[in-house]
């Protein structure tokens, strides 16, 4: 471990890779892998990731936005890249520099890209068009792909995912039949993992390639290793006496004597504030909670009655510490959302470390 810094977030690259190969195994044939590295990579840092995606079979790239794209170019990323966002006019004429590919729902688009993508909303109510027909019109000789994308595909019984499948299948079907060449893809990382007959030429994840679970599960149980560990450090330990309280608005008071140690790290690196006295911590690889409000910059950790740790000792938020780990799973469950707002909401405070 290097030396104690506030906080940091480790990304092994070896993981992505790692992942991606194992998602590829997923797939039949000469089906590809798209790796989606908007938002920064959810937050593990878009370059590094595409780069580790591609090493581990990925031949596709996709993002949100036509910005995204341009600095995948910018570092020298030669693969295609989807950009998969509504785009202005601005926005299409950045693309169109960087040579990526866009989404077009509309003759507007389709006609002005050069690199299309034509989109049916098969029921996800965000992007596409919901109309066949116009769907059908969009398509031209040089139209690269077909694309949907599903609203339930990681909520396992449910009966809209078979239905979203079935219109994109039909609509597909027939459009190869003219266009056999076109490049069909729905699935995300959840599609997947959950059915066979939504892979087609090429599915899109984002989340699994990074291990975290498309479910809100283990993603060991899937095959998927976590990319990225959150590390601080024992900025202070203090003695506690009775009755003596840690942070803003005295949300925790101690009942006996004990050893409080404050941690480097808060919202403003994007460890929530709504996990107050509701999330542990590694330290020693044992669980410690915290306690009190989280702040800004700092928040506090019951170490218990006796101690040996002292100011400079590592803290696990994320990951693995000895026997004991914590998964950005189990901090979305505490937080109601899912693991995706965790490593996205990591902020430019927390320095990313990418190590092999
Ligand atoms: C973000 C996104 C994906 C990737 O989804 P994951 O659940 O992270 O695998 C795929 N397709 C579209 C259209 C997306 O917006």
């Given at each position: 471990m290097s030396a104690p810094e506030r906080a940091l977030a480790r990304i092994g690259l070896g993981a992505i890779e790692r992942n991606c190969a194992h998602l590829r195994s997923?797939?039949?044939?000469?089906a590809q892998l798209c790796a989606v590295v908007k938002a920064d990579g959810y937050g593990h840092g878009a370059v590094w990731a595409a780069k580790s995606a591609l090493a581990g079979g990925a031949s596709w790239l996709a993002v949100a936005t036509a910005a995204e794209a341009e600095d995948l170019r910018r570092h020298g990323i030669a693969e295609r890249i989807l950009v998969m966002g509504a785009l202005t006019r601005e926005d299409l004429r950045v693309a169109a520099e960087a040579q990526a590919d866009v989404v077009a729902w509309s003759p507007e688009v389709a006609e002005r890209g050069e690199r299309v993508h034509v989109k049916l909303?098969?029921?996800?109510?965000?992007?596409?068009?919901?109309d066949v027909e116009l769907a059908r019109s969009l398509?031209?000789?040089?139209?690269?792909g077909l694309m949907s994308h599903f609203?339930?595909?990681?909520?396992?019984?449910?009966d809209y995912f078979p239905r979203q499948l079935e219109r994109f299948s039909e609509f597909a079907e027939e459009a190869r039949r003219e266009r056999p060449d076109l490049i069909v893809h729905a699935a995300n990382s959840a599609a997947t993992y959950r059915d066979?007959?939504?892979?087609?030429?090429?599915v899109r994840c984002g989340i699994a390639i990074y291990g975290m679970d498309p479910f809100g599960e283990d993603p060991h149980a899937r095959g998927l290793e976590p990319a990225l560990s959150l590390h601080s450090h024992l900025g202070a330990v203090r003695r506690f006496e009775p009755g003596d309280s840690a942070g803003y608005g005295r949300r925790w008071t101690a009942h006996e004597s004990t050893w409080i140690a404050t941690v480097p790290i808060g919202y403003g690196d994007g460890?929530?504030?709504?996990l107050s006295n509701n999330c542990d911590v590694l330290v020693g690889g044992r669980r410690h909670p915290v306690v009190g409000t989280i702040s800004m910059d700092n928040l506090t950790i019951d170490l218990g009655p006796e101690t040996d740790f002292a100011v400079g000792e590592p803290v696990v938020l994320i990951g693995a510490q000895g026997e004991e780990r914590v998964l950005a799973e189990e901090v979305a469950r505490r937080l109601d959302t899912i693991n995706y707002e965790i490593t996205c909401g990591l902020?430019?405070?927390?320095r990313r470390l990418h190590v092999r």
């Amino acid at each position: 471990m290097s030396a104690p810094e506030r906080a940091l977030a480790r990304i092994g690259l070896g993981a992505i890779e790692r992942n991606c190969a194992h998602l590829r195994s997923l797939l039949r044939g000469d089906a590809q892998l798209c790796a989606v590295v908007k938002a920064d990579g959810y937050g593990h840092g878009a370059v590094w990731a595409a780069k580790s995606a591609l090493a581990g079979g990925a031949s596709w790239l996709a993002v949100a936005t036509a910005a995204e794209a341009e600095d995948l170019r910018r570092h020298g990323i030669a693969e295609r890249i989807l950009v998969m966002g509504a785009l202005t006019r601005e926005d299409l004429r950045v693309a169109a520099e960087a040579q990526a590919d866009v989404v077009a729902w509309s003759p507007e688009v389709a006609e002005r890209g050069e690199r299309v993508h034509v989109k049916l909303d098969t029921g996800m109510g965000r992007l596409g068009t919901k109309d066949v027909e116009l769907a059908r019109s969009l398509l031209r000789d040089d139209t690269v792909g077909l694309m949907s994308h599903f609203a339930t595909a990681d909520e396992p019984d449910d009966d809209y995912f078979p239905r979203q499948l079935e219109r994109f299948s039909e609509f597909a079907e027939e459009a190869r039949r003219e266009r056999p060449d076109l490049i069909v893809h729905a699935a995300n990382s959840a599609a997947t993992y959950r059915d066979p007959a939504a892979l087609f030429d090429m599915v899109r994840c984002g989340i699994a390639i990074y291990g975290m679970d498309p479910f809100g599960e283990d993603p060991h149980a899937r095959g998927l290793e976590p990319a990225l560990s959150l590390h601080s450090h024992l900025g202070a330990v203090r003695r506690f006496e009775p009755g003596d309280s840690a942070g803003y608005g005295r949300r925790w008071t101690a009942h006996e004597s004990t050893w409080i140690a404050t941690v480097p790290i808060g919202y403003g690196d994007g460890w929530r504030r709504a996990l107050s006295n509701n999330c542990d911590v590694l330290v020693g690889g044992r669980r410690h909670p915290v306690v009190g409000t989280i702040s800004m910059d700092n928040l506090t950790i019951d170490l218990g009655p006796e101690t040996d740790f002292a100011v400079g000792e590592p803290v696990v938020l994320i990951g693995a510490q000895g026997e004991e780990r914590v998964l950005a799973e189990e901090v979305a469950r505490r937080l109601d959302t899912i693991n995706y707002e965790i490593t996205c909401g990591l902020s430019s405070r927390v320095r990313r470390l990418h190590v092999r």
